[in-house]
């Protein structure tokens, strides 16, 4: 275990790179030596048990500690997962992600698959249990359990290079990091970069910009065609965008309070709203050799009907071909957000912005490229981030049967006032109710609604910050704000109480449904019901 | 008198078309002679007053007897409107609709205004009120009433050209003729279009399609350019496109149920699916001079934004450049309907078809297109199909501050079992629901959720016939039928009662408002709320 498990990680997953020079099997800049026996064997002695125990379903009972002395080619590679114990040594040399499975070595590899949910499948399963060599002591009676337990840094070491976040961001989950925006970070129409809400789903990549090269694969494209970051500025036109980025899970929170739903417990701050430079990927295809579809013809696309992004550290998404190279579509490959280089927990040095979409398909840290006649086949876009039915359960959503999210519904949310504050008139004998509105696909924000009585009646909010921009390309959210008579909130209150509401309406004229109920869905995306706050209203 | 209203309309409002030739003014046919005196003047004389009442207002009284015998240049032309009476002689030159205004001369104007909801607007009424004269006598008192409104044939001559329609249509207003197609013609796919919803703001024009001219106006234009129905047949490549047409108002009577709402009370059948063949309206602009903007550059379009579609007959409207220069927006010029030339009630000889916008943008009779950087002028475009909040009312909304209706939202309604239809299970102990589902912008439908409980369980209903088109361009309706497990219906029934649900997702994941309250305006249009039919049930 000489080799870092980072660079051997990308020398599989990116063997072009590797073999160009071999400066760029450290296109990924090495994390800490993680061979260090004094790590992985420092273990507590098991005693050895001269009769070994047999589960009731006639499999061998091994304790933590026995696992625990398997962490090696020359003693076997063990694993534990759930309650099975499994010899995976043979499978080292053909695990997918390469040799980072080294790091649950005699260990329970349960905290990886949390980080590395690619293996939530039932045919992950099914091949894990190829190895199956025993069962796993149960903690009680484990002895050595403890012992153990304090010695599985792996899980840690792979985390050891995350950056350094701002504290006002609202972690959800700490590794991989996913961390929402403070209410206060969104009332402003730009965030800026340090506030910008972050959903990582592995740990951060630590990219070296001067090793790095975009690669593009597909039909009529070069087998060697890459592009480093200085190419990619100084052969194609800059351009920037103003595009909000939603998690498909914003506002989660909200439904899981109704009916309880599977993903981090997201308020209303997993969206920001930036200023992102980059390239056109239409530029940028149409260089590396791909002739842009004329679409006025029948069977433009037949054998390309999505771009896959696949991330240096393991994500992977796609998009339909027609936004992708749409002149109005304005997909870019940015480099920076607000000005600056984009920072490493949004992508440095290299992130796809799909505007329009949700941020799941703008892949950050994106290394390759690919035109495919189908969609990735990441498990995010293929067992994750779809909707079903509210009578669906996480058991019997079939997601092959389900289409992926790509343009977002309409969405609203109100930042002010929060629940069960203290609000009264202002000076102008108004109450003022604040938020956000956003649309999917480039719909512009037409119209919020505000009510103060749980959406028996109505007012107009003002629209109070929006890009000005053409028909079908209003990439950023609307910043509203309700001034609201005293008067007319006092004759809604109920005792002491208000319920404020607000909905959006877009420029197809959707508007938001009532309730979570009827968009429930037990993944918990696509969170777009009113939003409602009770706040305690006193009269002057 | 002796020229033809419908000639001297046209000429009016078309000065190339009929200075070009002398045929050319009759690019619209004739409509029948309506100048004959014995129509006009053939009045119960009016015994007269020797002393004259005035009104509470200090106005002189007029019978409608008197009023009728002012209907010609020698007499002066009169006219009332509700209780005004008004000597309109100096203002019949200046009408903007020109001498169809003779046809009201001597009568009430009101059924006139209903129809040519262009007057509908307080400018209107301040400058007919600069005619005034007198108040009309209370109809109680007024000895001549039922004699001269017996004679007010007017309104109807209007009407005598119009096309015979299928006797399975449902008339909501017979002139104009407005008239839904049967809940059984939109359970196929394709339309016929002899069933094929009527939707007409004014009376249906009389084309003679040798002579019409299509003209094009705007910058880089030449100031001729027309183009006949043969030089568009023979010039440009045909597309055929399957495109559902919906009316702003589908729907409205079940939002009218809820509370009231003006307009057509069209139940779920203002909607219809046909194939449309024409050609591109991008092939024809480009071909007139006009240069396709480039939506990569900022300020495409500083001084086109909009490309205006006047019909003949005096209806207009407009879309946004973006959608009518799309490559894949499919917007055409169409003259034929399934494969027959367009029937006159769909716009023969030219239709234009606005895929996924509101059918209301998509002008019959098109004889004139009009690039702007501004929005049609036009009463329909500026005061009416837009959208407001529930707490608006008809006199409180401010057409000014709203946006004009372009692509709709999701909708979806059952078809079948209708409300009150005694429904019991299939041979395969199956219950059946059949609906359609659609979604502006080019928007596919990625679900129906069907309920049997008002919405508190849901099942996925089974999408039976779409186009298959890429991404953004599902411009057909889809439809749908769910299977329902009788024994799953029978639980749910109450006291033999059961309330079926439907709603759809489309591929933005935007879904149904549940209640017609929380997207209620009073103008009854975008009615895309849950679709809701109790039935009785009867156990096998």
Redesign the interface.
Known sequence: MGVSWVDSYFEKKYPILSKSSTKTSQHVAAAPDTSSKSTLTDLTPQPSTTERAISASGRPIYSRGEVAQHNSLETGIWVTYVDGVYDISKFVTIHPGGERILLAAGHAIDPFWAVFSVHATPETRELLENYRIGDLMPRAEDSTAQDIESHSKGIELLFINEPERHPSLQVRSARPCNAEAHPDSLATFVTPNELFFVRNHLPVPNVDPELFRLQIEGPGIPDDYSLSIDELKTKFTHVSETVTLQCAGNRRKEMHDVRPVKGLQWQGGAISNTVWTGV?L?DVLADAGYQLP???LPN??EDITHVQFDGVEGYGASI????AV???GDVLLAFEMNGEPIPRDHGFPLRAVVPGHVAARSVKWVGKITLSDEESQSHWQQHDYK?F???STLETSDYSK??S??????QSAILYPRAGDEICANDDDEVIVKGYALS??G?HI??V?VSADD?K????AELVQMDKK???RQWAWTQWEAKLPAEWVSERAQEGKVTFVC?A?D?????????FE??YNARGV?VGAWSRVQANFKSK
């Open positions: 056109r239409r004329d679409f006025t433009y696309a339909p071909i027609e936004k749409d002149p109005r909707g039915s509210p009578s389900s289409n999210i790509q343009e977002l519904p309409i999917g696909g719909r037409y119209r609604d959406g009646t109505w007012r107009d053409p028909y079908g909905k309406i420029s197809s004229y959707n508007s938001q449904p009532e309730t009827s968009i696509l």
